[in-house]
């Protein structure tokens, strides 16, 4: 049997820190590049419009594209972004890759005009101090390989989640209908297969009437169902936070662990001395021992759980989780 195996001539990573207050200065088309780096023998440079390259997106998007410097006939290239987090680790939750052909006879950059809105980009929590960083990866790909796209089925099955015409189950959440398909549900979530496969009411069912979920909470988890992405923070509302505790509860209630972690990553990014207390509980109501931790590591800091103790936040946890908030006492010593 012959195998085909694709051959990696080599990779470069760049860490591409901007100055991002400094970006809202700039105008439309206005770039800011990064040092050159090394990828598979070639050179090459990434360039950041902050505030985009196209007057018709009026400032809204950050653009990127990478540039190759050497001369070339065919250069099959993978580019990857993401994003540093607050925390500082990577965060996927908004990546980009595309594979690219670089050649004498096409243009020698290629990314995104829409990278990310900036509106997302500030909400998200990667503008830390002031300066926001980019993880750049570039793969360089040998001639006897073939292309291949990124898979877009998360896309397709989106699109069948708006067209009522293939549903065969309703859900009425507080007055509001949405339509799904009975396969798609229980496919991606073992509750879901039980109760509309099982030998429940709800299998025979065409129209289920659900309790304690709000009906942006169910569009966003339904969302998540059918494409695997976490809904863009303007999709959650004006309370990030508390959306994305609701959030978590559905996930926990509807065994769909990966977006359960989304949720925790996003609470994560986004904690505060004022929110700390809520996002605990939440963690602890509703079994997701990963931002448990996280939180018990924040309130250990010394600088922050002097302000927590004196929150009504906190004083709402020693009377609802007695034995949470000894914890976190014991942790600190007090």
């Known amino acids: 049997m012959e195998h085909h195996s694709t051959k990696m001539l080599g990779s470069g990573f760049l860490e591409f820190k901007i100055d991002y207050l400094e ?20 050179r090459w440079r990434i360039c950041c419009y902050p505030r985009g390259n196209r007057v018709e997106e009026k ?7 990478l540039h190759l410097l050497t001369k070339s006939k065919n250069v099959k290239t993978i580019f990857h972004v993401f994003y540093l987090g607050r925390d500082g680790e990577p965060s996927y939750s908004h990546e980009k890759r ?12 290629w990314g995104w005009s829409q990278l990310l809105s ?17 993880l750049c990866n570039v793969i ?26 293939t549903s065969d189950v309703s859900f009425i959440v507080k007055g509001e209908k949405f339509q799904a398909h009975r396969a798609i549900l229980a496919a991606r979530s073992q509750v879901f297969q039980a109760e509309l496969f099982g030998s429940m009411a709800d299998a025979t069912s065409s129209s289920i009437t659900l309790q304690e979920i709000e009906p942006a909470t169910f569009r966003a988890m339904l969302g998540f169902i059918y494409t695997d992405e976490f809904p863009e923070d303007y999709e959650l509302g004006d309370s990030l936070t508390e959306m994305s505790q609701h959030l978590l509860a559905a996930a926990d209630r509807y065994a769909l662990d990966r977006l359960k972690l989304m949720c925790a990553q996003k609470l994560w990014n986004i904690i505060s001395v004022d929110t700390f207390a809520s996002i605990l509980a939440c963690a602890e109501t509703h079994n997701c021992p990963e931002l448990k931790s996280k939180c018990i590591d924040f309130f250990a800091v010394e600088k922050n759980f002097k302000k927590i103790v004196f929150t009504a936040g906190f004083m709402w946890l020693v009377q609802k989780f007695p034995d949470l908030a000894a914890k976190l006492k014991e942790r600190v010593d007090i």
């Open 140 to 165: 360089v790909v040998g001639d006897d390989t073939i292309a291949v796209p990124p898979s877009n089925i998360g896309c397709d099955l989106g699109q069948l989640l708006d067209c009522n015409v």
């Open 118 to 134: 900036r509106n997302v980009l500030e909400l998200s929590g990667y503008v830390t101090n002031g300066w926001v960083t980019f």
């Open 23 to 42: 970006t809202r200065n700039l105008a439309i088309g206005d770039s800011v590049s990064s040092e050159d780096f090394s990828a598979g023998g070639y």
């Open 98 to 109: 595309s594979t690219r052909v670089y050649s004498s006879e096409t243009s020698k950059n």
């Open 59 to 65: 400032g809204e998007y950050v653009s990127i594209f």
